[in-house]
C-alpha cells in the first residue's frame, strides 16, 4: 500500500473519530451500558466463529515459526474470550463517571465553580499480539464516552478484525455511532506514523507494548502519550520489619510471576536486620531457582545458602528490569539510603517498604516518587483491578494527567462550569 | 553566545533544579509559606532598587523605540510590587496541598488504596514582557513545592535578574534550596530550545505569550506542555433568556476589559428574541464604539440602531479573537444550533448560556467542549481568582492533565499510596 492511501485511510478513521466523539461524549449511561451488555453476548454466541477467524493469526504465526509462548498468546479460547466478555459486564454494571460534578462552590462574586468529568474525546491504542485487548479497549472507551481508533499486531489482524465486527454490531444495536470503536484496517507500518501525528483528531495516544515500541512513539507523537516504560520495583526490608511478614511479602513480589511490571527486581535490606533475614530469604529464593545479583556485603551474607546462585551485582544491575527468575540485592543503611537509592534507581513504577515503623512509613510514602508507593504491600497489586478502578487500560509510569494504573478516569477529563445569576465582572 | 556554551548553561540548571526538587518536595509547608512572606518583605523593602534595575530595561525599550504601551507592561511600579507581595502573602495564608490523600478506601485484598498529592517536579516557564510574572511564578512554584526554571523576555532582563535574587534571598532565608527557582541567565534564543528539549530535568514546561510563541514551543516540545492557544469566547442569548440580565451579561462580557482572553468575541442569539434583544444590545455597542461583524439576519435587525458600525461578517469571523472592539453575532434557530456552532468555531476556551430554561441550560453545560462553560454569567469570570484558585499560572485549552484555569493543583500531580498489613497477590 502507498504512503498516501494509508494518509487516506488513516485521515477518514480520524474524521469518522471525531464526529463520533460528539455522539458518544453526550451518550445516556443506559446506551453505553447496553453496547457492553450486547458485546459480552456477541463474544459469547460467536465463540466457534471467532476461533476460526483466530486460527488462520495462528496457523500464520506457526509457518513464521513463531515460538510457541508468543503463539499462545495470540489464542483466543473461549476461556479467555469469556474473561473478555465478563470484563463487558462488569463495566456495564459500574457507575458512570461521564457528567459527574465536583466541589461546586460558591465565590464571593456570587457565581458557583465546579468542574464537570467529560471524555477525552479519540484515542488511539496501539498494542501488540493478545487480540484480547482489542476488547478490553473498546469496552472502556465506550464506557468512558470516548471514541477510539485501535491499532493492533499484524499477526493478530484476522482475529482482531472479528472481534471489531462484533464491537460494531455491539454498537448499533443500543443506537451508538458505529464509528466510535475502528480498527486501523491495515498492517502498514505507516499507519502508526500517522495515527500519533492528528492532533486534529486524536487527543492521546496509548501504545502497548515493549520498551522499544513505546519509547519510539514518545519521540515522534505529536498528541500526549500514555506511557508505560519499564517496571524497576523496588521492595525495601526496614530495619523494623516483622520478619515473617517480609519474608512472604518478598516472596510473593518477587517470584508469585515473573513477567508483569509489578513484580519486584530489587530487594533492599537494612543493614542490621540484613544476618538475620537475608539467609532466609536467599533459601526462599535457591529452593525456586532465582538467581541473586548481590552487593558484597550480601553475597558475603548468602554465601552459606544450600544451592543458591549468586552473582556480584554491576552498576547496571540496580536499573535493570529483569521480567525473570533474577533479582538484584543490596544492603542499605535505612530508610534513607533506601529512599535515596530508589529515587536514582528505579523507573518510578511501584516500591514497597516492610516495616512497623510508623515515621519510617509516612517518609517513604511521601518521599519515594514513583506512581505507586506501598507500606507492608506486595509489589503485585499495583494493578486497576486490585486498586478498585474496575479495569485497567495501562499504567501510566509518568507524572503528567494519570499516574499509575490508569482505569476510566484516566480516560476524561474536568471542565471547569459555572452556574451565575447574572453576575458580571466589576 | 555559542551554542554549546547554551547548553551547559542549561544543563546545570536543568541538574541544579531536578536535586531541589527533591528537596522541596519534602520540605515542610511553614519553611514554604515562610519563603513566601520574606519575598513579600524583599519586595516592598526594595522598591527603589528593583526599580532603578527596571529604568534600565525601560531605557532599552524606548532606545530601541517600542511602542508605550509594550514599554508600560515592562513597568515595575510601586503599585505593581505591592500587587506581587500581596499575592505572596495570599499564596502563603492558603492550606498547602502536598502531602493531601483522597480517596482510601480498602480493596477486597485487605490493602486501603489512595492517592497521594505531590509535586510534578521541575517545570520550565517561559514568557514575555512584564517581568512581575516572575514573582508569579516563583512563588506558586515555591508553594506547591516544584522547582522551576524562568525564561523571561530579554526586553526585561534586568529586570527579571534583580526579582530572582530576591527570590533566592528568601528561599535561602527559609532554608530552601536556592536553586528551587531559577532565572535563565542569558537572552540567548537557543536556551528555549534547550529548555524544552531536557525530559531528564523538567517535567512540564508553561509558555505565556502569543499564540506565535505558543505554537512553537508545542511543536517542538519533547516534554509536556500546559498550552493555552486563543480565546474565542462565546455567549449565546437561549429565546427563554431574560433579557435585562442578558443585555447586562453581554455588556460586560464583551466591553469590560477588550484585551483578556476571556472577553466574548461572538455573540449568538435565538432567532425568536433577536428582534427585540439585538437592537437593545446593538445601541450598547454603538455607544461604546464596538464593530459588529454580523450575518445577514442579524445586519437586517441592527440597520436601524443610531451610530451602529455594522459589518458583515465573513466564514473567518466565526473564528477570530479580536482582542479589540469587534464582536461578531450570529442569529441561531436554538440551543442546538448554538451548540453545533460553538464546538465548530470556538477555541475551547470559555463559552456562555443566559438562559432561564433548566433542560437547555443542562445541555449546554453538558455538550459544550470548552475548558469553561457558564450559565447566566459573563465569561469574564474565567480566571483563577475568580474561581477560588487562590492563583493563576495560566489558562490551558488543553484537555490533557489541567483544563481551564492552572492554579497550584495544576502543578501536583497524584501517586497512588497503598497501606497493607503484609497482604500478598494470590
Known amino acids: 500500500m502507498n504512503a498516501l ?11 469518522q473519530a471525531k464526529t463520533a466523539s460528539a455522539l458518544m461524549a453526550k451518550a445516556p449511561a443506559a446506551a453505553k451500558n447496553k453496547a457492553l ?11 466457534d466463529a471467532l476461533q476460526t477467524d483466530n486460527s488462520r493469526d495462528l496457523e500464520r504465526a506457526r509457518a513464521a515459526g513463531l515460538a510457541e509462548p508468543m503463539v499462545d498468546r495470540l489464542k483466543l479460547t473461549p476461556k479467555v474470550l469469556e474473561t473478555c466478555a465478563q470484563g463487558c459486564e462488569q463495566l456495564a454494571a459500574m457507575p458512570d463517571v461521564i457528567g459527574e460534578v465536583l466541589g461546586m462552590k460558591q465565590q464571593p462574586s456570587g457565581i458557583r465553580v465546579g468542574q464537570m468529568r467529560v471524555p477525552i474525546g479519540v484515542f488511539g491504542m496501539i498494542y501488540e499480539s493478545r487480540p484480547n485487548v482489542t476488547i478490553e479497549a473498546a469496552s472502556l472507551s465506550i464506557k468512558s464516552g470516548n471514541a477510539c481508533i485501535l491499532r493492533g499486531g499484524s499477526e493478530a489482524i484476522d482475529s482482531n478484525k472479528a472481534l471489531a465486527r462484533l464491537v460494531v454490531q455491539a454498537l ?15 498492517t502498514d507500518r505507516e499507519a502508526v506514523g500517522q495515527l500519533i501525528a492528528m492532533p486534529q483528531f486524536v487527543d492521546v495516544i496509548i501504545p502497548r507494548g515493549g520498551k522499544g515500541l513505546i519509547e519510539r512513539i514518545s519521540r515522534d507523537a505529536k498528541v500526549p502519550v ?10 525495601y526490608v526496614d530495619d523494623s520489619a516483622d520478619l515473617v511478614m517480609a519474608l512472604r511479602v518478598v516472596d510473593n513480589a518477587k517470584t508469585q510471576k515473573y513477567s508483569p511490571c509489578n513484580a519486584t527486581e530489587s530487594l533492599l535490606v537494612a543493614r542490621s536486620i540484613a544476618a538475620q533475614f537475608l539467609p532466609q530469604i536467599g533459601a526462599v529464593f ?6 541473586m ?3 558484597p556485603e550480601a553475597l558475603a551474607l548468602l554465601q552459606g545458602v544450600a544451592g543458591a546462585t549468586l552473582v556480584p551485582a554491576t552498576e547496571q544491575d540496580w536499573s535493570e528490569e529483569y521480567l525473570a527468575p533474577i533479582i538484584s540485592i543490596k544492603l542499605v543503611s535505612g530508610v534513607d539510603e533506601a529512599i535515596a ?24 510514602l511521601r518521599e519515594v516518587d514513583s506512581s505507586s508507593v506501598m507500606v507492608n504491600a506486595s509489589t503485585r497489586f499495583a494493578d486497576g483491578f486490585e486498586y478498585g478502578l474496575g479495569a485497567e487500560i495501562g499504567i501510566s509510569t509518568d507524572k503528567f494527567h494519570a499516574r499509575g494504573p490508569v482505569g476510566i478516569e484516566g480516560l476524561t477529563s474536568l471542565k471547569y462550569i459555572v452556574l451565575g445569576e447574572g453576575e458580571v465582572r466589576s
Chains 1, 2 share one sequence.
Open 37 to 47: 451488555l450486547v458485546l459480552a453476548r456477541l463474544l459469547r454466541e460467536q465463540t
Open 286 to 291: 535457591a529452593a525456586k531457582g532465582v538467581e
Open 341 to 364: 537509592h530508589i529515587n536514582q534507581y528505579s523507573s518510578q513504577h511501584t516500591e514497597a517498604i516492610l516495616t512497623t515503623n510508623h515515621i519510617h512509613a509516612q517518609r517513604f
Open 293 to 295: 545479583r548481590c552487593c
Open 172 to 186: 448499533q444495536e443500543a443506537g451508538l455511532p458505529e464509528h466510535a470503536v475502528q480498527l486501523v484496517p491495515t
Open 226 to 235: 500514555i506511557k508505560h516504560l519499564d517496571g524497576n520495583c523496588h521492595t
Open 5 to 15: 492511501d494509508v494518509t487516506e485511510i488513516m485521515q477518514t478513521l480520524g474524521l
